[in-house]
């Protein structure tokens, strides 16, 4: 089955400051990872994606991310944070168990201070 | 066209109520979802359609019923429902079953 966690409920980060969001998974064959944001009250949006390719992956909004196999890992970055970067970040990974299933991370609430 | 529609925004419903939640989309995606999301918690996948056909049903109880009436269109039907059932409800749709997601702003129901 698989899974995908987020070990931090918060990130608390000045402004200007690199920010790293963490998110590690688990799946059975090839990952489908994803980061999604989400500002009060609304909808998730798409930040960015790993499906195959090169390991450093990079987004919308300045964001990036890199997949690392041997740590099951897929960490959000970025290197100069904004005020307005902070919301909820969720870490997803889908795979096609007859159907493509998103399963999503519980969240990290990041906050970026003046 | 690059967004998801999603109506009503706000709905309040009595246990014996019928509703329903309509979803839309212009972008040609063939695949759409339905997710309940509970406040500070991540989205919980009910219902999975591709190419107008449930591909996956998440367990979810009969009191909600999805249908897809054409490759834009997502509906779920609302039937007696619990105050437990009270959540942001979000769809959304994908080009493929692979790939982003893009979601609507959501309905907001609350289930008196």
């Known amino acids: 089955a698989q899974s995908v966690a987020q070990p931090e409920d918060q990130v608390n980060v000045a402004e200007g400051n690199p920010l790293t969001v963490k998110c590690t998974y688990s799946v059975s064959g090839n990952p489908y990872l994803f980061w999604y944001v989400q500002y009060p009250n609304r909808g998730l949006q798409f930040l960015l994606k790993y499906i195959t390719g090169d390991n450093l992956v990079k987004g919308s909004y300045g964001f990036e991310a890199e997949f690392n196999k041997s740590q099951t890992s897929f960490h959000l970055k970025k290197p100069s944070a904004l005020v307005s970067d902070s919301a909820l970040y969720f870490c997803?990974?889908?795979?096609?168990?007859?159907?493509?299933?998103?399963?999503f991370g519980a969240g990290t609430r990041l906050f970026v201070k003046a | 066209d690059t967004e998801v529609t999603q109506t009503p925004k706000h709905l309040v419903m009595g246990m014996t109520n019928k509703k329903s939640l309509k979803c839309e989309q212009h972008?040609?995606?063939?695949?759409m979802y339905w997710y309940k999301q509970k406040a500070k918690k991540p989205p919980e996948l009910m219902f999975v359609y591709s190419y107008e056909k449930l591909s996956i049903n998440e367990s979810v109880p009969s009191r909600f019923s999805p249908e897809c009436p054409n490759s834009s269109l997502l509906n779920l039907h609302l039937h007696a429902l619990q105050p437990e059932d009270s959540a942001l409800y979000l769809c959304?749709?994908?080009?493929?079953?692979?790939?982003?997601?893009?979601f609507g702003p959501g309905t907001r129901l609350t289930v008196t």
């Open positions: 997803a990974v889908s795979q096609n168990t007859g159907g493509f299933k998103t399963i």
């Open positions: 959304a749709s994908s080009p493929r079953g692979i790939g982003e997601q893009y």
């Open positions: 972008m040609g995606h063939r695949a």
